[in-house]
């Protein structure tokens, strides 16, 4: 728990449950944060035409972006099948619409890139 007191302490603005996760994925390489292990589940949770922003700096989110549209997720209530589509981007942005993400990003990085995926009815 120091950790978390650690996280809140240098974040007052980041809420418990924030700095919780952090610490979990910082001591915990099972849960690195990427659209290989968090974008599938993102897909079953999502509503029909749902769409999602994803922030990035990393290089290789990208290539995990355009694999993740490959990936197929079958509603077991009504066997729909669907996929996430790349409905904008990438596009630049200000760091600023993302503070806190990403881990280890040095301070000078100003610019991120910004992806909308939705999801949509598997073809």
């Known amino acids: 728990m120091r950790e978390v007191e650690k996280e809140l302490a240098e974040h007052p603005e980041m809420s418990r449950v924030d700095a919780m996760l952090k610490v979990q994925a910082s001591m915990d390489s099972r849960n690195v944060e990427s659209m290989t292990n968090l974008g599938p589940h993102a897909l079953e949770m999502l509503e029909p035409n749902a769409t999602m922003e994803v922030m990035f700096w990393e290089k290789e989110i990208g290539p995990e972006i355009k694999a993740l549209t490959k990936h197929i997720y079958m509603d077991p209530q009504t066997g729909e ?10 596009i630049a942005v200000p760091r600023a619409k993302a503070p806190h993400s990403g881990f280890g990003i040095g301070p000078e990085v100003q610019t991120v890139s910004e992806m909308v995926l939705r999801k949509v009815p598997a073809r």
Do not use: D, N, Q
């Not at 099948?81 to 990438?90: C, H």
């Open 81 to 90: 099948r669907f996929t996430l589509e790349i409905a904008s981007g990438p």
